[in-house]
């Protein structure tokens, strides 16, 4: 079972639209990560969070430490915003420093 | 601030080859990271280096693949006899040693095809 499980794996929608990207996670953490990748490879990063909620223009970024849970949102939804989501978490208590990366969500969002 | 740089962007090599790949991190960046990526799969963690050191090696990483960062600046992935399995996209990533957690900044990538 991996330990970072994103939901939904595809998400298409309309123009306008208020979206939501969930993510799980199997491990304690001192950070999860959003990121978005467009086709052809480069990632961005969109948040980090440790705890509660940031905003970022549409986006918006919240995270459950007790429910090892984290959603991230897009008001009013665009053509541009299509592209992968991913949720990564920084796991804690030592071992690889590095993320440990979700599958990723494919947002399309049709005009 | 340029930017992550990886380069090649694309590499094509025959099974057996070897190959050598190289990630500029930003330049005040003491933290880099490689990671590798599959289609439809979230990028895996191979191993981080903090300046100079080489911490952390995923188990990922077998003996075939080597990774440098000689001066704390640039850093090298090798992958020697190559396998088809090792097609992937190549990604380098670079932040700032902050006690707070750090924001990731990733390269382009360098995307392998092994024939």
């Known amino acids: 079972k991996n330990e970072v499980e994103q939901s939904p794996q595809n998400l298409t929608a309309q123009e306008g639209e208020f979206i939501t990207i969930n993510c799980s996670y199997s491990?304690?953490?001192?950070?999860l990560h959003w990121l978005q990748q467009h086709p052809g490879g480069g990632i961005v990063s969109l948040f980090m969070?440790?705890?509660g909620k940031k905003k970022h223009g549409r986006l918006i970024a919240t995270i459950n430490i007790q429910e090892k849970h984290s959603s991230l949102h897009i008001t009013a939804s665009h053509p541009r915003d299509s592209a992968v989501y991913i949720c990564a978490v920084r796991p804690s208590g030592g071992g690889a420093d590095g993320l440990t990366f979700g599958k990723g969500t494919h947002l399309i969002i049709q005009p | 601030d340029t930017g992550v740089s990886q380069n090649p962007r694309h590499k094509i090599t025959k099974r057996g080859q070897n190959v050598t790949f190289r990630c500029d991190p930003i330049s005040e960046h003491n933290r880099l990271y490689w990671y590798r990526q599959t289609l439809g799969q979230g990028p895996e963690f191979l191993t981080y280096?903090?300046?100079?050191?080489?911490?952390?090696k995923s188990r990922l990483l077998s003996d075939r693949f080597s990774a440098e960062r000689p001066k704390g600046s640039f850093s090298t992935l090798e992958i020697q006899r190559t396998e088809q399995g090792d097609s992937a996209m190549y990604l380098c990533?670079?932040?700032?040693?902050?006690?707070?957690?750090?924001?990731?900044?990733f390269g382009s990538g360098t995307q392998l095809s092994v024939l």
């Open positions: 990533a670079s932040s700032e040693n902050r006690k707070t957690n750090e924001k990731l900044f």
């Open positions: 491990v304690g953490i001192s950070a």
């Open positions: 969070l440790s705890s």
């Open positions: 280096f903090q300046n100079e050191a080489q911490l952390e």
